[in-house]
């Protein structure tokens, strides 16, 4: 694997092998079976059919006979988890499910698989439980059918895949940045332009490692491009809609930061402080009071299309805004119209 670790490309094991001028004619999926530990050859063949195992920069089967000389890529899914993954019974909001995949509303504050300080109610413990059924959820995997993810504090629409076909065609559509999202933010301050594209590559802060940070020149981490368009101007906050064009770690948060409009209730970049407004003490109970609604960000991921991996038809799916946000947009608005009558 390359990059950072929290990255949605990250989510897939890349290797890379050159045949030697010497390799006698074997076929590709036993080829990548002796030169994969841990990876059963049904694996390998899951991803050969769903297109994700390269020779010299085009797919082939698992039946291709490797020729010397050939540069092989692979694209996998997660490799054996290192923690002790259990079941949890935890009510989930579940938008859609098939045979081959899930959509879930992931409630804010939920994290979305364990790891350091989570190890047990996140969206993974839940999916272990609801699919227990399922085998791909017992392979070991620390992160069974997911193909991106979303901030703990972050609401909106995750697909989960349920089996490894599925699993392997949309971890290649999430990596070749085809499927479309489309999140809705409430940021500080009013925005210069109605719409708008925000570009800046993204990397770890050299001063903090938990958070990320902007290289305007692009010498430094990777490059990250975010479309915005104002949806609502609501005096010292606007309520916009983002459309990713890459999905980097805190995206649409750093970003914002960047052109210094943070996500309002932020935490980690600014915005849940008082940045726009009056110095009014009735203000500032107002806004703290909408603060109070939120248990993080005010950030959800509204909307989630991609090609079905069964049918390959193209579908979109769409996730309301969660309780306590829209709450805030309410109070915003009677606040907006309060100031108006004035």
């Known amino acids: 694997m390359s990059g950072d670790p929290a990255d949605i490309n990250e989510l897939f094991e890349h290797y890379r092998f050159s045949a030697d001028p010497g390799q006698t004619a074997l076929r590709i999926d036993k080829f990548l079976f002796n030169k994969l530990e841990g990876t059963s050859r049904s694996r390998i063949q899951a991803a050969a059919n769903a297109g994700n195992i390269l020779v010299k920069g085009s797919a082939v089967k698992p039946n ?38 899930i959509i879930v509303n992931k409630k804010p504050g939920m994290v979305v698989h364990p ?3 989570n190890y047990t109610g996140t969206l993974v413990n839940a999916l272990m439980y609801h699919l227990k059924d399922n085998s791909l959820f017992s392979t070991g ?52 332009d109605d719409k708008g594209t925000i570009e ?19 010498d430094q981490g990777k490059v990250a491009v975010t479309h915005y368009r104002v949806l609502e101007r609501l005096g010292y906050v606007n309520l916009v809609e983002c459309r990713l064009e890459t999905g980097r ?22 915005g849940d402080r008082i940045l726009r407004g009056t110095t009014f003490t009735k203000y500032k109970q107002f806004v703290q009071n909408c603060f109070d609604l939120l248990p993080g960000q005010a950030l959800h991921a509204k909307t ?23 709450s805030v947009l309410q109070k915003w608005h009677t606040y907006l119209q309060g100031r108006r009558e004035e």
């Open 249 to 270: 770690t805190h995206q649409i948060r750093v970003h914002f930061q960047f052109m210094s409009h943070p996500v309002f209730n932020d935490p980690e970049y600014g």
């Open 115 to 117: 790891g350091f300080g």
């Open 141 to 192: 995997d620390e992160r069974p059918g997911l193909v991106h993810r979303i901030d703990k504090n972050t609401s909106g629409l995750l697909v989960v895949a349920k089996n490894e076909l599925a699993l392997n065609k949309l971890a290649s559509q999430f990596y070749h940045k085809t499927s479309k999202r489309t999140y809705v933010a409430l940021v500080w301050g009013d925005m210069k």
């Open 304 to 326: 989630l299309g991609f090609l079905h991996p069964a049918s390959g038809n193209e579908v979109l799916y769409e996730a309301p805004l969660p309780e306590g946000f829209h």
């Open 64 to 101: 291709y006979r490797v020729k010397p000389g050939d540069t092989i890529s692979i694209v996998l899914p997660n490799p054996p988890r290192r923690l002790e993954l259990i079941p949890e019974q935890i009510p989930l909001d579940i938008i859609h499910e098939d045979d081959d995949l």
């Open 200 to 218: 800046g590559h993204i990397g770890r802060n050299p001063k903090d490692r938990k958070q990320m940070f902007v290289f305007p020149e692009g």
